[in-house]
C-alpha cells in the first residue's frame, strides 16, 4: 500500500475536544456530499465512476498530440488550466524526451505576454488544447483567436484544425457550436464539476497526460484518498476553530519550489468556495525559503491575524551534498537536511510567538500522490464551507467585475 498525506495538528493550539464538537456538522455535510442531489458534486465519486471508455480517449489524444509537436500550448484561466499546471510543475514537466514543452496563454489580458509567446512558437511544431465551457471567457476566447490565426497561417486551415482540441460544454456554447463547425477533437467539461473541482476530469487529465504523467495513477490516488474522511474533516474542523478565533488569513508555505502551481490552484479552491456573504479565510501562499527573506519578519512579529498550513514534502526527487567551500556548518550535509532544518527552524521560532500551524506531510511528488492530494483538498475546502455556512460550489461574484469590464469595452 502506497503511503498516504498525513496531518499534524500538534502545533495548532487548539483542543481535541474543541475539534472534535464539529463531528456532527461535518458527518452532515459528508452525507451531503454523498446524497448526490447537491449541484456540482459529481466530484466525489469520479475517483470510483469515472468513464474508462473516455480516460482510454484521452490517452490516445495525448498520445497523438505527443507525437505531433514540440510545443503544446493550453488555453484556459482558473479552474481550466491551474490545476493541470499544478500538475505538470509539481511532476517536472517534460517528464520524458518526446513530451512537448507546455506553453500557457488565455490566463492574463497581456498584449506583452502573448506577443513573446508567438515569438517564441514560431519556430515551433505546435498543438492547442483550448478549455471553456461557455467558449465566451475573455482572457481564452482571445488567446484562442490569436493562436488559431497562427496555427491557421503556419500550417494551413485544415491542419490547423487537427492540431486544436477543444475541452468544452456537451451540447451548448460558442465552442462548442465551432468545434461541430470546424470538426475538431474534443471532449467535455463535465455539467455536475465546477471548475475548481475539474483537475481529475477532461479539463486537467488531457494536458496532464500530454506532459507524459500516468493519470491512471493519478485517479487511484485519488481513489485511495476518496476512502478516507477523518483527516479532512479533522482539517475542516481546525480552519473553522481558527476562522472563529479571528484567523482570517491561511497561509500556505511549502518548501519545495514544485508545488508554486498548487498552492496556486489552493488559493482558487479555498478563495473562491468560501469567499462570500461577507464570509471566508483569505489564502495566501508563500515559497519557503526565498520567502522569508521577504515575509518572515511579518510572520513573526506582525498581526496575528494569520494561521499556518505547511505542505511538507517528506521525500524530495532530488538531491545535492553541499560542497566544502560552503562553510563548516553546512558542508558535506545534503540541501534536503538543511531545507528540514529551515522548516524545524521556522516552526520552532513560530511555536515560540503563539502562531496557530498545521502541517500537511505529502510522502513525495509523484502521480498517486497528486491525485491523493487533490481529492484531500477539494474534500477539505466543501466541508469548510458548509461549516462556514456558504455553498462552497457556487461563484456569484465573480460575474460583477465582468459585467462593469463590458460597460467600459462598450463605450
Given at each position: ?6 496531518l499534524d495538528l500538534s502545533d495548532s493550539l487548539l483542543s481535541e475536544h474543541r475539534l472534535y464538537g464539529y463531528e456532527e456538522q461535518l458527518a ?41 509537436c514540440d510545443a503544446f500550448v493550453l488555453l484556459g484561466i482558473g479552474g481550466s488550466y491551474l490545476g493541470a499546471r ?326
Amino acid at each position: 500500500m502506497k503511503k498516504s498525506l498525513t496531518l499534524d495538528l500538534s502545533d495548532s493550539l487548539l483542543s481535541e475536544h474543541r475539534l472534535y464538537g464539529y463531528e456532527e456538522q461535518l458527518a452532515a455535510g459528508e452525507a451531503r456530499l454523498c446524497s448526490k442531489t447537491e449541484k456540482f458534486t459529481g466530484w466525489v465519486s469520479l475517483p470510483f465512476s469515472y468513464n474508462r471508455e473516455e480516460v482510454d480517449r484521452i490517452k490516445a489524444a495525448a498520445e497523438e498530440i505527443r507525437g505531433k509537436c514540440d510545443a503544446f500550448v493550453l488555453l484556459g484561466i482558473g479552474g481550466s488550466y491551474l490545476g493541470a499546471r499544478a500538475a505538470i510543475e509539481m511532476l517536472g514537466g517534460r517528464l520524458e524526451k518526446k513530451s512537448p514543452t507546455t506553453y500557457y496563454a488565455g490566463h492574463n489580458l497581456s498584449g506583452t505576454y502573448h506577443s513573446e509567446l508567438l515569438e517564441e512558437l514560431a519556430d515551433k511544431d505546435v498543438c492547442l488544447c483550448v478549455i471553456s465551457k461557455s467558449g465566451t471567457t475573455t482572457e481564452t476566447s482571445i488567446a484562442f483567436a490569436l493562436l488559431k490565426d497562427f496555427l491557421i497561417r503556419k500550417y494551413g486551415k485544415e491542419e490547423a484544425g487537427r492540431r486544436i482540441v477543444a475541452i468544452t460544454d456537451a451540447e451548448k456554447g460558442t465552442l462548442r457550436e465551432e468545434v461541430r463547425k470546424e470538426g475538431y477533437k474534443s471532449f467535455i467539461v463535465p455539467s455536475d464539476i465546477g471548475g475548481r473541482y475539474s483537475v481529475l476530469s477532461p479539463v486537467g487529465l488531457l494536458p496532464i497526460a500530454v506532459a507524459g504523467i500516468d493519470i491512471e495513477e493519478m485517479l487511484r490516488g485519488a481513489a485511495d484518498r476518496a476512502e478516507k474522511s477523518e483527516e479532512e474533516h479533522l482539517y475542516a474542523a481546525v480552519r473553522n476553530c481558527l476562522y472563529q478565533d479571528g484567523k482570517r488569513i491561511e497561509v500556505f508555505e511549502y518548501y519545495e519550489p514544485r508545488l508554486q502551481y498548487f498552492a496556486e490552484w489552493l488559493k482558487q479552491l479555498f478563495g473562491e468556495s468560501e469567499g462570500k456573504e461577507g464570509k471566508g479565510i483569505f489564502p495566501a501562499a508563500l515559497s519557503f525559503s526565498t520567502d522569508l527573506h521577504s515575509m518572515g519578519q511579518f510572520l513573526q512579529e506582525g498581526s496575528p491575524v494569520f494561521f499556518e498550513t505547511i505542505l511538507n514534502v517528506v521525500d524530495p526527487p532530488g538531491d545535492l551534498v553541499v560542497p566544502e567551500s560552503a562553510g563548516t556548518i553546512l558542508a558535506n550535509k545534503s540541501m534536503n537536511q538543511i531545507n528540514r532544518a529551515a522548516l524545524a527552524g521556522v516552526m520552532a521560532a513560530h511555536r515560540a510567538a503563539g502562531i496557530s500551524m498545521v502541517r500537511i506531510d505529502i510522502p513525495s511528488l509523484c502521480s498517486y500522490t497528486f491525485g491523493q492530494m487533490v481529492y484531500y483538498f477539494e474534500k477539505a475546502c466543501a466541508l469548510s464551507g458548509y461549516l462556514l455556512g456558504v455553498d462552497p460550489f457556487d461563484q456569484p461574484g465573480v460575474e460583477h467585475y465582468k459585467a462593469e469590464m463590458r460597460k467600459v469595452l462598450e463605450k
